[in-house]
């Protein structure tokens, strides 16, 4: 494999143009640890830091003092030069429900907020909490209180939702079957679906005989009173992305060194650049090592196996057959970035090693900020 | 057909759920093809769009269709279907309006993009509706067409929303046919004809996942299974020696003997060599550890457990084979 260029993350870190880092990745490869490392890191640089986090572990989010979410940034280290870290854990429903309170009066806000089609939306639409991190990125951004913002970005089946999700989530509130909905109330609140061609007739029948009729009602009341506040839905979804691809932005791709994240990796760095998004590097993580790698799998395995042989030096030959178990992994998971090294030589790399240990408090955060800057 | 008793038998609905990238798809497979060994007839159901199955079994995508995909040990059939919402529409429109056509002009219009967007409890009912008639279904003779079926269910974070579509839906729709629909799969999905299996590894969190999901799942009264723990490494090493590796204590002079026996080393060398193998027993020593307090953290939930075998090739479709053969020899099959 061409080695890689090394990814510098002090360098970014130090750099004071740098606004905000996106971590992102396929789920449970390490983008949660690997964003509040970055914040550790940043605030033992000297920045004020503050990570967006949406899934920390249990004992992780303990440590660090984020025990509800309450969508505002907690204050959770001073560093020795004065750098800071806070953190905050996104609730998603209560960020939407802000955007609908900051955008309708309170009599349409109430009707929407109980509406049970807008609860279902808010709480488990699967591309709401990949809005919504968007959306309070961008507040955090714009209030600009913050020297540097990190977020980590939720676990999605695949690193390419959160780019999407905003998008999608805006088409939908453009959709033809919304405009059809709320057509009959912007003609003048006319029997719902009279105006509409026959095929529509059709549909209205069939939906009426599936759902009720108050389901269609209370669907329609939603849809319109969406459709009222979410008119500048879009903009604010294009607003978002400008700001990802500003220059003060930098995504660092996160990857475990198996296929299929790997694969994952591949896409969103292609990605990245068809969007013009600027990309900072990737963070191979939990990468295994052997300290004694002088010995290959193969040498070992004969060695243990002449040891068993002769039956002597059980342990030795033990301790060999383990060993033998390291380098092979270390060898697959070489193999599985070769690819992605080969696709993409121009990318920046660093590998983390994989702990004994979860990472759940600052001293293992602190452990691989320092990882992420030397590699290994 | 042979009788051995199982840990599961009576349940014809296996829904294999577990945090995300732990093997849910695996599991299922290889839970299906166990299932079936011996001559019986099993579905797989696959339900994320993802073409798991397909890929796992090595075949192309698999269309909106029941076929058979793999032949058990012993004799026995794996059938699969990747349930696609909006097909699952058009089959329940035509199976109780007789309105395939306003079925169609209803996808036309994006209704279905709509319906999973603003409510994933619809789609959900579609989904489970699609499988749970694949339980209920006779045969002429009035047998069931299938002994089994095993669903490759979405994640554990979400997994009681899933299965609980009466619930669900029930704030968007408290009568009409879609109510009385999600009324009959939970009719199945609550019974003991029905075990919900978590799969984990021995991490922190997908171990803290399994054990909220399977709280959320007790107190929706849906019944749960058993814990597969998959990728498990078996440990080479004394128990003993292990306990002391943890404290960091080794007997690095028999190692630095071994080695030199072994022909790998010699001189000060040898010494070095077993110093640097020491750290990594002592990693070894602590991963073991800690895999140790999540399996009695697993204690709590008081289920049936099987493990599987970390393979080191990964999951080919022998190793699959591996799998179920494991599977039933644990009894979970
Ligand atoms: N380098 C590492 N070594 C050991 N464990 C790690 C490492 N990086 C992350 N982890 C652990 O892996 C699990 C998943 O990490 P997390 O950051 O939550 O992933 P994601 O946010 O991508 O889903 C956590 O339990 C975390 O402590
Ligand atoms: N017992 C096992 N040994 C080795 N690799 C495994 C094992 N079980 C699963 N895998 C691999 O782990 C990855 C995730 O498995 P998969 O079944 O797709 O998980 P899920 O469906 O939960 O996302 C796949 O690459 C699969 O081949
Ligand atoms: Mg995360
Ligand atoms: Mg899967």
Same mark, same amino acid.
């Given at each position: 494999?061409?080695?890689?260029a090394?990814?510098d993350v002090?360098?970014?870190?130090?750099?004071r143009?740098?606004r905000?880092?996106?971590?992102?990745?396929? /789920?449970?490869?390490?983008k949660t640890t690997?964003?509040?490392?970055l914040g550790?890191?940043?605030a033992?640089?000297?920045?004020?830091a503050?990570?967006? =986090?949406v899934?920390?572990?249990?004992?992780?989010?303990?440590?660090?003092g984020?025990?509800?979410l309450d969508?505002?940034?907690r204050?959770v280290?001073t560093?020795?030069?004065g750098?800071q870290l806070?953190a905050?854990?996104?609730?998603?429903k209560r960020?939407f429900d802000?955007?609908?309170?900051?955008h309708?009066d309170p009599?349409?806000?109430r009707?929407?907020?109980?509406?049970?089609?807008?609860?279902?939306?808010s709480?488990s639409?699967? /591309?709401?909490?990949?809005y919504?991190?968007m959306?309070?990125l961008g507040?955090? !951004?714009?209030?600009?209180?913050?020297?540097?913002?990190i977020?980590d970005?939720p676990?999605?089946?695949s690193?390419l939702?959160?780019l999407?999700?905003?998008?999608?989530?805006?088409?939908?509130l453009?959709g033809?079957?919304?405009?059809l909905?709320?057509a009959p109330a912007?003609a003048?609140g006319?029997?719902?679906f009279?105006l +509409?061609?026959a095929g529509?007739?059709?549909?209205?029948?069939?939906?009426?005989?599936?759902l009720?009729a108050?389901?269609l009602?209370?669907?329609?009341t939603?849809?319109?009173?969406?459709?009222a506040v979410?008119?500048?839905?879009r $903009?604010?979804?294009e607003m978002?992305?400008?700001?990802?691809?500003?220059?003060g932005?930098?995504?660092v791709?996160v990857?475990?060194?198996?296929?299929d994240?790997?694969?994952e990796?591949?896409y969103?760095?292609? !990605? +990245?650049?068809e969007e013009?998004m600027p +990309?900072?590097?990737?963070v191979?993580?939990?990468?295994?090592?052997s300290?004694?790698a /002088?010995?290959?799998a193969?040498?070992s395995a004969a060695?243990?196996?002449d040891?068993?042989?002769?039956?002597e030096h059980?342990?030795?030959?033990?301790?060999l057959?383990?060993? =033998?178990? !390291?380098? $092979?992994l270390?060898?697959?998971?070489?193999r599985?970035?070769?690819h992605?090294v080969s696709a993409?030589p121009?990318?920046p790399?660093v590998?983390v090693r994989?702990?004994?240990?979860d990472v759940h408090?600052?001293a293992g955060?602190? $452990?691989i900020?320092?990882?992420?800057a030397?590699g290994? | 057909?042979?009788?051995r008793?199982t840990?599961w038998d009576g349940?014809?609905?296996?829904v294999?759920?577990?945090?995300?990238?732990t093997?849910k798809?695996?599991?299922?497979?290889?839970?299906?093809?166990?299932?079936?060994?011996g001559g019986?007839?099993v579905l797989?159901?696959?339900v994320e769009g993802?073409?798991?199955?397909?890929?796992?079994f090595d075949?192309?995508p698999?269309?909106?269709?029941?076929r058979?995909i793999?032949?058990?040990?012993d004799?026995?059939d794996v059938y699969?279907?990747a349930?696609d919402?909006?097909?699952?529409?058009?089959?329940?429109?035509?199976m109780f309006?007789?309105?395939?056509?306003?079925?169609?002009?209803?996808?036309?219009?994006?209704i279905?993009d709509?319906?999973?967007?603003?409510a994933p409890?619809?789609r959900?009912?579609l989904v489970?509706?699609?499988?749970?008639e694949a339980? !209920?279904?006779?045969?002429?003779n009035?047998k069931?067409?299938?002994?089994?079926?095993?669903l490759?269910?979405p994640p554990t974070?979400?997994i009681?929303r899933?299965?609980?579509?009466t619930?669900?839906v029930?704030?968007?729709?408290?009568?009409?046919?879609?109510k009385?629909h999600s009324?009959?799969?939970s009719?199945?999905?609550?019974?003991?004809e029905?075990?919900?299996?978590f799969?984990?590894?021995?991490e922190e969190?997908?171990?803290q996942?399994?054990l909220?999901g399977?709280a959320?799942l007790r107190s929706?009264?849906?019944?749960?299974?058993?814990?597969?723990?998959?990728?498990?490494?078996?440990?080479?090493?004394p128990q003993?020696?292990?306990?002391s590796?943890?404290?960091?204590?080794?007997?690095?002079g028999e190692?630095?003997?071994?080695?030199?026996?072994?022909?790998?080393?010699?001189?000060?060398?040898a010494?070095?060599?077993?110093?640097?193998?020491?750290?990594?027993?002592v990693?070894?020593?602590r991963?073991?550890q800690?895999e140790r307090?999540?399996?009695?953290s697993l204690d709590?939930?008081d289920?049936?457990?099987?493990e599987?075998?970390l393979?080191?090739d990964g999951v080919?479709?022998?190793?699959?084979?591996?799998?179920?053969a494991?599977?039933?020899?644990q009894g979970?099959?």
């Open positions: 494999m061409k080695k890689p090394p990814l002090d360098a970014i870190l130090d750099d143009g740098t905000i880092i996106v971590c992102c990745g396929a /789920g449970g490869v390490g690997t964003a509040a490392a550790l890191r940043a033992e640089r000297g920045r004020g503050v990570v967006l =986090t899934d920390p572990a249990r004992r992780l989010a303990q440590s660090m984020l025990s509800e969508n505002t940034p204050l280290h560093a020795e030069g750098g806070f905050m854990m996104l609730d998603m960020t802000e955007i609908i309170e900051a309708a009599e349409r806000a009707q929407i907020l109980s509406n049970p089609f807008y609860q279902s939306l709480s639409f699967s /591309g709401t909490q990949e919504m991190a959306e309070k507040q955090l !951004r714009r209030s600009d209180e913050w020297d540097l913002i977020v970005t676990p999605s089946r690193a939702d959160f999407d999700a905003p998008e999608r989530l805006g088409r939908f453009d033809r079957f919304i405009k909905l709320t912007k003048g006319r029997s719902a009279r +509409l061609n529509f007739g059709l549909v209205a029948g069939a939906m009426t005989k599936l009720g108050q389901v009602k209370d669907l329609q939603f849809v319109s009173a969406l459709d979410f008119g500048g839905f $903009q604010r979804a978002t992305y400008r700001l990802l691809q500003a220059p932005t930098a995504f791709v990857a475990a060194p198996e296929r994240a790997m694969r990796a591949s969103f760095v292609e !990605r +990245l650049a013009r +990309l900072a590097g990737l191979v993580n939990r990468v295994h090592f300290p004694a /002088g010995i290959s193969a040498r060695a243990a196996e040891l068993e042989s002769k039956g059980e342990l030795t030959a033990a301790v057959r383990l060993h =033998t178990g !390291r380098m $092979q270390a060898a697959r998971e070489h599985e970035q070769e992605f993409h121009t990318v790399v590998q994989a702990m004994s240990e408090d600052l955060l602190h $452990q900020g320092e990882l992420l030397s290994a | 057909m042979d009788s008793d840990d349940v014809r609905l296996h294999v759920t577990g945090k995300g990238g093997g798809t695996t599991v299922a497979a290889a839970l299906a093809l166990a299932l079936a060994a019986r007839k797989l159901v696959e993802r073409q798991g199955i397909a890929q796992i075949l192309p698999l269309p909106y269709e029941e058979k793999a032949v058990a040990p004799g026995g699969a279907l349930i919402p909006e097909e699952a529409m058009l089959d329940y429109m035509e309006y007789g309105m395939r056509r306003a079925g169609r002009a209803l996808t036309r219009m994006g279905v709509f319906a999973t967007t603003v409890g619809f959900d009912v489970t509706g699609k499988t749970t339980v !209920r279904r006779r045969a002429k009035g069931r067409v299938y002994d089994a079926v095993v490759d269910a974070g979400r009681t899933f299965l609980n579509v619930q669900e029930a704030g968007l729709a408290k009568v009409g046919p879609i009385n009324d009959l799969v009719g199945v999905v609550k019974s003991p029905t075990a919900v299996h799969v984990t590894l021995l969190m997908p171990v996942e399994t909220d399977l959320e929706a009264g849906l019944p749960p299974g058993g814990i597969f723990i998959n990728m498990v490494r078996e440990s080479l090493l003993a020696v292990l306990d590796a943890v404290k960091g204590r080794f007997d690095v190692l630095t003997l071994g080695l030199k026996a072994a022909g790998l080393a010699d001189g000060a060398d010494a070095a060599v077993a110093e640097s193998l020491v750290g990594e027993v990693e070894h020593a991963r073991t800690i307090a999540e399996r009695a709590q939930a289920l049936p457990r099987y599987l075998p393979l080191a080919d479709l022998a190793g699959l084979y591996e799998l179920a494991s599977i039933r020899n979970a099959a």
